[in-house]
């Protein structure tokens, strides 16, 4: 009788150990990374107008640490403490929060298009929250409220139109429509403007970090935190959802469930991000690509990682802009989109091959 | 045991169309079920009713005695695989990777893999001879490669029942009958029961314990491929005249076209 079966090649398990994630590996990246941002961090405190040299820089930072007064100048010690630090805050909350965003839609969406921004979904949260600004002036929870009813109602929109068709540009598409949509709303809103505050309202679509506040940073900080803790808890199951819903679903994952979580994480992370530094593009587009590209596609690693690559990227986007021109600045989100728009291109003409 | 009870459905967006009408059936451990039919005749449904993906109208599923409504995911996923067309994957996940997913049932939900599941993945990738792809990109490996890498997943699971939508239909010749071989001899092994839905009358005919036949959503025969697979009755179903002979070592049905028609 002739043999049909081949013979199981025999290959011995020692040769297979790189095909997925251990955690040696996803500590060794998050390492780097965060190795990475505490260097962007300091980076980002020596440079501007006022020159504070390195070693006075650390030293007046473990001095705050222990309390004790440091040897800068009051001046210094002002640009320092008060514009600096709150600034690099802002930036590192806002960085997180959209690649957190971008690393979870995509799964999601299974999708690796898919970012806050090219979805409309910044610009639901843009017009949220100017809406709860004009309605409530001064408040700036009701602003945040609405930015994130904003994102909340846009992402669903894009949702339902963009799982009718299993085709990744389908949903970009989509995405462009509601964006365009939104950003003509948001020029009628505007009319109402004044030009000073045409000005601001500009600078802010297009991803500012100069106006924000302290506390500002502190909040986006705390919610990507948070919903970056949560996202990293269901990385397991998004690495089932990343496959399909389906699949998904036989595997053992209660799919609705999730889905909402990760819509909820998602719609706060972008609102919180847009109201804080406005509507900065394609940072959940890059970041998770690139970390994908360096790591591969495991969530356990792509989302903590892609938190602090998100921060490391406005981080440093936003030391370009706040000096190429100085004492003038550019719009961070100007920079980034210059960076990102090509990527997003290559992505989606390789996608379409 | 799996039964299926009396199970009716229609989808929502076509009431007026009974997809399965009033069909039962049982699968005992360690016996192979082939289920057969035209296009359209509803097979496909019946494997999603079966493993509680869709929630039919009337009836219902016992899997080990259990509903299958009253169960949750992770207590289905652990008794019952299912294999279906796979998505296209966009990300570039391993094929390890990819059947490591098989294991989330039986894992927390946070963590890493541990060496047994490890260890369980290679060897399901082994039996469906896939290791060689363990670290390759799932979308980057052919259509047939990767429904045994499917398969493997499903191993990976360790069910009780394996549901097999069309699981050869990409594969080549000699693939297609050494997959069939390994779930017959996990049914004999390990008495799991299966469920398949084929295309394929003949490799139906000489793996299968049971053939169902299975027309506009009606069971129409049932029983031993010696039984069942009959002239008139495929004739029927199929609309098309067919000959049937035996295979010359194990004696079971051959089945082919008439030549002139």
Redesign the interface.
């Known amino acids: 009788?002739i043999k049909?079966?081949?013979k199981?090649?025999s290959?011995n398990?020692a040769e297979?150990g790189?095909?997925?994630?251990?955690?040696e590996r996803?500590l060794i990246v998050l390492a780097i990374l965060i190795s990475l941002l505490v260097l962007a961090v300091l980076a980002a405190l020596v440079t501007g107008s006022e020159e504070i040299p390195g070693i006075q820089l650390l030293h007046a930072l473990s001095s705050a640490v222990v309390g004790m007064p440091s040897r800068l100048t009051p001046e210094q010690e002002t640009i320092l403490f008060q514009i600096r630090l709150p600034r690099v805050a802002l930036a590192i909350g806002v960085g997180a929060a959209l690649a957190l965003s971008g690393a979870a839609f995509?799964?999601l969406l299974?999708?690796?298009l898919a970012d806050p921004y090219v979805l409309g979904i910044s610009g639901g949260a843009a017009v949220g929250s100017m809406m709860a600004n004009i309605l409530f002036p001064g408040y700036g929870s009701v602003q945040m409220a609405g930015g994130f009813i904003g994102a909340g109602l846009a992402m669903s929109a894009v949702y339902q139109i963009g799982r009718r068709k299993?085709d990744?540009a389908h949903l970009v598409l989509a995405g462009v429509i509601m964006s365009t949509m939104l950003s003509s709303f948001i020029v009628l809103m505007t009319a109402l403007a004044d030009s000073l505050q045409l000005r601001r309202i500009t600078l802010w679509l297009l991803g500012d970090l100069s106006t924000g506040t302290g506390s500002a940073a502190i909040f986006v900080l705390v919610v990507s935190l948070l919903a970056g803790l949560v996202l990293t808890?269901?990385?397991?199951?998004l690495?089932?959802m990343?496959?399909?819903e389906?699949?998904a679903?036989?595997?053992?994952?209660?799919t609705t469930r999730v889905r909402w979580q990760v819509y909820l994480m998602a719609s706060l992370l972008t609102a919180a991000a847009v109201t804080a530094g406005g509507a900065i593009g394609y940072v959940g587009l890059v970041v998770p690509h690139l970390i994908?590209?360096a790591a591969?596609?495991?969530n356990?690693l792509v989302i903590p990682a892609s938190a602090i690559g998100g921060a490391i990227l406005v981080l440093i986007a936003d030391m370009i802009a706040r000096t190429v021109i100085a004492p003038r600045e550019l719009p961070t989100g100007a920079i980034i989109a210059l960076l990102g728009a090509p990527v997003f291109l290559f992505l989606l003409i390789r996608?379409r091959r | 045991m799996l039964e299926l009870r009396n199970l009716s459905f229609h989808y929502t967006r076509d009431p007026a169309r009974q997809t399965i009408d009033r069909v039962s059936l049982d699968i005992h451990q360690g016996e192979l079920v082939a289920l057969l039919g035209p296009n359209g005749s509803g097979k496909s449904t019946l494997l999603q009713l079966a493993a509680g993906a869709l929630r039919p109208q009337s009836g219902e599923v016992l899997v080990n005695q259990q509903p299958v409504a009253s169960l949750t995911r992770r207590e289905i996923a652990r008794m019952m695989a299912i294999v279906t067309p796979g998505y296209e994957v966009r990300f570039p996940l391993t094929a390890l990777e990819y059947v490591l997913t098989g294991r989330y049932a039986h894992v927390p939900a946070v963590g890493f893999d541990s060496q047994q599941d490890l260890a369980i993945a290679r060897q399901s990738l082994r039996e469906t001879d896939a290791l060689q792809f363990a670290e390759r990109r799932i979308n980057q490996l052919s259509a047939g490669e990767r429904q045994r890498v499917s398969l493997a997943r499903a191993l990976a699971q360790q069910p009780d029942w394996l549901l097999l939508d069309e699981p050869t239909a990409n594969a080549d010749l000699a693939h297609q009958i050494s997959m069939l071989r390994l779930v017959r001899e996990m049914a004999n092994r390990q008495r799991i029961g299966a469920l398949i839905v084929t295309h394929d009358l003949n490799l139906a005919a000489q793996f299968a314990d049971r053939i169902m036949l299975l027309k506009e959503g009606r069971l129409v025969a049932s029983g031993p491929p010696g039984e069942v697979l009959t002239t008139s009755v495929l004739s029927d179903i199929f609309n098309l005249p067919i000959l049937i002979d035996q295979h010359p070592q194990s004696g079971r049905p051959r089945l082919f076209w008439e030549s002139n028609s």
């Not at chain 1, 790189?18 to 955690?23: D, E, P, S, Y």
């Open positions: 009788m049909i079966r081949r199981w090649r290959t398990d297979v790189t095909g997925h994630l251990t955690r996803a995509q799964s299974r999708n690796p299993d990744p808890g269901r990385a397991r199951a690495n089932l990343m496959i399909g389906r699949d679903f036989a595997l053992g994952i209660e994908r590209l591969g596609a495991d356990r996608g």
